[in-house]
């Protein structure tokens, strides 16, 4: 099992910026991806972006290319999450995910990540 620890969340006014954090302790990660979802209230998660482990290749929803980066560092085993422009619309609890394997066709699936952080709230006003 994984461990999954999320930080940086807060309060943005809308244009601004905020990186998340995810710290993961647990196994080693070799043929896996970890990723963020958000998740609206009363609303099933969805995919925000992904990073392949090994490889480094990123994966991103519509709705955020090319405002968010995802990004890991091997040594800290952790995945950052920029969030550049930041949207009314952006504001959600987002969570850190881990998975095994990597299947690019499922990777944007939620039920294919089997560890999950705690979440962090990410509010963004006018």
């Known amino acids: 099992q994984v461990l999954l620890v999320e930080s940086g969340g807060g309060l943005v006014q809308a244009g601004g910026s905020l990186r998340l954090s995810c710290v993961a302790s647990?196994?080693?990660?070799?043929?896996?991806?970890m990723a963020w979802f958000r998740q609206y209230p009363g609303k099933e998660r969805e995919f925000v972006a992904a990073?392949?482990?090994?490889?480094?290749?990123?994966y991103y929803a519509d709705s955020v290319e090319g405002r968010f980066t995802i990004s890991r560092d091997k040594a800290k085993k952790a995945v950052h999450l920029q969030m550049n422009s930041l949207k009314p619309e952006d504001s959600a609890v987002y969570y850190c995910?881990?998975?095994?394997?990597?299947?690019?066709?499922?990777?944007?699936?939620?039920?294919?990540?089997?560890?999950w952080g705690q979440g962090t709230q990410v509010t963004v006003y006018d």
């Open positions: 647990g196994r080693t990660f070799s043929n896996s991806a």
């Open positions: 995910a881990a998975r095994d394997g990597v299947i690019t066709s499922t990777i944007r699936l939620l039920y294919t990540y089997n560890d």
């Open positions: 990073i392949r482990w090994m490889s480094g290749h990123t």
